[in-house]
Every structure is written in structure tokens, then in C-alpha cells.
């Protein structure tokens, strides 16, 4: 009978191999579909009309300045307006919008008041509806106040996250502690002195978290300012860039400033992920308590 037990951690590892070759092939597979589109972008940015649709898709060409060039050329300019107006929309939205995630979720956790939970089941139901199922209801609200075709229907929508308060407060239960909220109060805190001394200071890595979120959806919406906006000099680059992709049938060489617009475009991204990484870094554990 003692012959049998040894045997059993060898089966285990037998099984653990096959498991283990499952899960680093689907890693695999998801890396190459997250990755392979912008290795494929980089080198079509550097490509003229013709090497774009002819030769190798993972080969360099010797096109990408003046792609640029041109990019930044077409229309007097206005691809930089564009990509300024996604800047602004995508960093108003990203840094009002979580510091209001922020205050609800810490609302919803630290305080007890009259439709609490009603109030928060309706923020868990926001977050299963699909930002483009509210468009046209959206729409129709800044028609009739007059705020079509303005900076204000694109950004005031983007407000009200109902994922960023759910964020929030998942955050604001694990990361601070209510017995440190209830000394600032004895110190002599109110509640909204409370939250911004000592409550925000240790949520900084949600907020974080939150507000680069709300940049990368913000800056990825497409239907809403699509909707919204019908001014050229208002659209941010997405639309934008759907507009010259829209002139491709009647000229191909409108897609080299597609590809080229299309990569400018992912590079604050990239910028936003590598600066604000090491916030999260930082004080993910700055609400622990030992």
C-alpha cells in the first residue's frame, strides 16, 4: 500500500504539464491578438499607397516621414486640431469624471442614507447597459437644451461613469479604513474636509486607475461625438480619422493618412499607460492597515 502514495504526486505533475501548456498557449494566443495588430500598424505607417497593398505585411518601408508630413499637412492642419480636441475631451473626462467616481464610490461605502442600496443597484445595472445604447436618449436631451454641435454634448456625458463608481468604491472598502475616517472626525474634520485630507490622499491609486480608464474609453468613443457633432474643427480623432477612411474608395491615398492618423493616435495612449504606471505601483497598499 505504501508503493501507491508516491505515485500520486507523479500523476498530479502528469496532469499539471498538459494544464500548464494549455494556459501559456491561450496567453500566447491572447498576447499575439492584443500585439500583432500594432506590430502590423507600425509597419504599415511606413509604407507609401502602393507597399500598402502590395508585399509583405510585416516589412519596413521608407515612407514614414512623409507620411507624416503629410498627415500633419492635410487640410491646413487639421488632424493636430483633432487630435488637440481628443486630448481635452479624453483629459476633462478622465480627471473630473474619476475625481466624481471617486466621491461616489466613497459615498456609497463610508456613509448610511435613505434608497443607499436602490441608488447603487441602479449604478450595477449602468454597468451592463452598453455606452451605445445610450447615444440617441443622449442625443435627444442635448437637442432639446441646444447643446448639439458643442464641446459640452461630447464631454458632460462622459461625467458619469457607472463602472468608475463601482471601481471606487471597491477601492475605497479595501483600501481605507473606517476607523481612520472616524479619528479625522474626532480631530474636528467635517465629512467633506475628511474625504479631501485624508480619505482622497489614500484612494490616489484607484483615482488613478480610474481616471486612465475613463482616458482610454473616452478616447476610444466613437458613436457619441459621431452623433453629437457635425462641426469638422470639434471632432476628435476618431471620427476624424473615420472621415478621411470614408474618401478611401475615390482616393487610395487617403489611407496612408488613415494608417498614419491611426498611429499618431495609439502613441498618447502608450504615453499615458507608461507615465501613470507607477502610481498604481506605488500606493496600491497605501491604505493597508497592520
Known sequence: ???????????ARGRAVPAKAAVNGLLVIGAAYMVLPL??????????????????AFAWGGSFVANLERLFAQ???????????????????AVVGGFISVLAGYAFDKFEFRGKRPLYATVLVGVLIPNTATVIPLYLLAASAGATNTIWAVIIPVLCNPFGVY???????????????????VDGAGPFRAFLQVGFPMLVPGFVTIALFQFVGIWNNFMLPLIMLQNRDLFPSSVGIALWQSQVQQNPEFSTLVIAGSFVSVLPLVIAFILLQRFWRAGLS???VK
Request: hydrophobic share 50%; net charge neutral; aromatic share 12%.
Open 1 to 11: 500500500m505504501t508503493a501507491l502514495f508516491p505515485a500520486l504526486p507523479r500523476r
Open 286 to 288: 497605501a491604505g493597508s
Open 167 to 185: 471601481l471606487a468604491r471597491v477601492f475605497s472598502d479595501g483600501y481605507l479604513p473606517a476607523e481612520i475616517l472616524e479619528a479625522a472626525r
Open 75 to 93: 487640410d491646413g492642419g487639421i488632424f493636430l486640431r483633432w487630435l488637440g480636441n481628443s486630448i481635452a475631451y479624453a483629459g476633462i473626462g
Open 39 to 56: 506590430l502590423w500598424l507600425i509597419f504599415a505607417s511606413t509604407k507609401d499607397a502602393t507597399g500598402l497593398y502590395s508585399g509583405e
